[in-house]
């Protein structure tokens, strides 16, 4: 009897260390798994602030590619609203497409000049636009006016709101391509000066 009492003692005691054995061991898994899971929700969050600074360093590279003072092809100013022509491009279509700003240089609302549109009463439905300016090509003598679309629509900045003070507005006028000989056209507006812009 003392024989199966001592047999089944070690027996009892083996099975005991075994099973906390295997508790620990659970345990240990258990706890690498939490850490892993912490892990896995704090790499997220590193990786996604790295684009995020790369994007903002692609923003602040694009906007030291904006137009600037000394990339201005032309200014032209009526002591209300200056213009200033940031591109004259042609295009593949025959275009020739100007962008610029108008600036209220005052320190008092303005709204756009009524002769900007034109005396078509088409275009003065579309609201205050630039569809009276005209470019001249003093070599070839010919003016060209900004383009229609089918509607009779001008291919220009329409719907022009309030000038606030001393804010700029962007705009733009599509007009026909003088021919591939000509390198600059004159600006015709109404309340400014001739204006040259050279042609890109």
Request: contains cysteine; charged residues 10%.
């Amino acid at each position: 009897m003392n024989k199966w009492h001592g047999a089944w003692a070690h027996r009892s005691v083996a099975a005991t260390v075994t099973a906390v054995a295997l508790a620990l061991s659970v345990a240990a898994c258990g706890g690498s798994g939490g850490d892993n899971g912490k892990d896995d929700g704090s790499k997220p969050v590193v990786q996604s602030s790295t684009p995020s600074s790369r994007s903002q360093d692609s923003q602040a590279g694009d906007s030291g590619a904006s137009p600037s003072p000394s990339q201005t092809l032309a200014t032209a100013s009526s002591g209300t609203f200056q213009f200033d022509i940031t591109s004259a491009k042609r295009d593949s279509g025959g275009f020739l497409t100007i962008n610029g700003t108008i600036t209220n240089v005052t320190g008092q609302v303005q709204i756009a000049v009524n002769a900007w549109n034109g005396k078509e009463s088409q275009v003065n439905q579309t609201g205050p636009s630039l569809a009276a300016m005209t470019l001249i090509d003093a070599a070839q003598k010919k003016r060209y006016y900004v383009l229609r679309d089918t509607d009779g629509n001008p291919l220009t900045t329409v719907n022009m709101p309030n000038f606030q003070p001393h804010a700029a507005i962007p705009f733009f006028a599509q007009f026909p391509a003088p021919p591939s000989s000509t390198s600059q056209v004159q600006m015709d507006f109404p309340g400014l000066p001739p204006t040259t812009i050279a042609i890109s």
